[in-house]
């Protein structure tokens, strides 16, 4: 992850499909399509990775896909909806920048100074990246893949898709990501690879945990069924939403890159504070529906898709030609996903008597 680099619908109580579990393929689909568009979103159309380097994607499977299915395992399987879905996404993003990454501390991460901007020296940390690559990973790495999965398969979108011993594996796969993820960082930093050496602070680390836990805990504290709640009262078109999140997507993804320090701070929060509102006010009223998730989710991915063409792949050739290249291809993809998503949405509303 480099610098160059919530919607609501009513979730019914359903218990876990260990009892009567679909059949095969049509039980692995959504899973195995929200494993790979957890990774597609976060770096392929961010353009952190270039094309002829694709296949890279696999290795982060297992971090971003198992983080992205744990968290939408774990929100449904209780009952919950968005609220918890993005609380979650926001201890990933601590696990993974402040555990596996160590990015939230190292003053030279990846060759930037990237906690130059807006410092905070008491912590070791610098908010203009701290809250800009959180943001990145709430919206894009796990909630934007969730909300296109569950649109891809509408008759599955609320009703867990793993048995116990699926949900296991999956956690127990992520953790120990992040824990190799955290000891290759440690490792490359310690063995002089170019980049200064850096090493965590205890308190750093304890802190970490606690930000973590702490943002679980509020996840959990959602009440089940809160979403189920509908007000009176009309909502805007899916066609106004999309444009909506378009526009406050591509503020908080272009907000580090082109404002100094502190004012991207305070334009990348009140961005994301505005798209909290709308989609908290609008998100729980009858007329709110799948197809404005899918809306919303199609903004988010509009904007990553096309901030990817300013940007240089930090993973494989920098040859220009192929990094445009890339963005043409993965663009060309999302187009195909979100088109698809649109249909099987149709198509289950056509089938509905």
Not at 316 to 321: A, I, K, L, N, R
Request: charged residues 15%.
């Amino acid at each position: 992850m480099s610098k160059n680099t919530s919607p609501s619908d009513p979730v019914p109580r359903t218990r876990p499909p260990d009892d009567g579990p679909e059949p095969g393929r049509r039980r692995w689909a959504p899973v195995v399509s929200l494993l790979l568009l957890a990774p597609f979103v976060a770096e392929l159309l961010l353009g952190d990775i270039a094309l002829t380097s694709v296949g890279f994607v696999v290795v982060l499977v297992p971090l971003y896909g198992c983080g992205a299915l744990l968290i939408r395992e774990l929100a449904r399987r209780t009952g919950r909806g968005w609220p918890t879905i993005a609380l979650l996404a926001g201890a990933f993003g601590v696990l993974e920048e402040g555990f596996a990454t160590m990015s939230l501390f190292n003053p030279d991460f990846a060759g930037y100074r990237l906690l130059d901007e807006a410092p905070l020296p008491f912590l070791g940390m610098g908010a203009e990246w701290t809250v800009y690559v959180l943001s990145l990973h709430v919206v894009w790495s796990i909630c934007t893949p969730i909300a296109l999965a569950e649109t891809l398969f509408p008759d599955r979108a609320r009703v867990p898709w793993l048995r116990t011993r699926g949900l296991v594996v999956t956690a127990t796969v992520f953790l120990l990501t992040v824990a190799l993820y955290g000891a290759g960082t440690l490792y490359s930093t310690w063995t002089g690879t170019g980049v200064p050496v850096f090493r965590p602070s205890a308190s750093q680390m304890i802190a970490t945990a606690v930000a973590a836990v702490l943002l679980v805990l509020a996840a959990f504290a959602v009440r089940p069924g809160v979403e189920t709640s509908r007000l009176p009262g009309s909502v805007p078109s899916p066609v106004l939403v999309l444009a909506g999140s378009l526009v406050l997507a591509s503020v908080v993804r272009q907000s580090a890159d082109q404002l100094p320090g502190w004012v991207s701070v305070v334009v990348c929060l009140s961005a994301e504070v505005a798209a909290v509102a709308a989609l908290w006010w609008y998100g729980r009223r009858r007329g709110w529906g799948p197809a404005h998730v899918l809306a919303a989710a199609s903004g988010a991915v509009a904007a990553y898709a096309w901030s990817g063409f300013l940007l240089t792949p930090i993973v494989g050739t920098t040859d220009p030609v192929v990094a445009r290249a890339g963005n043409v291809l993965f663009t060309l993809v999302a187009v195909a996903i979100l088109a698809l998503a649109a249909r099987r949405l149709r198509d289950t509303t056509t089938a509905r008597p």
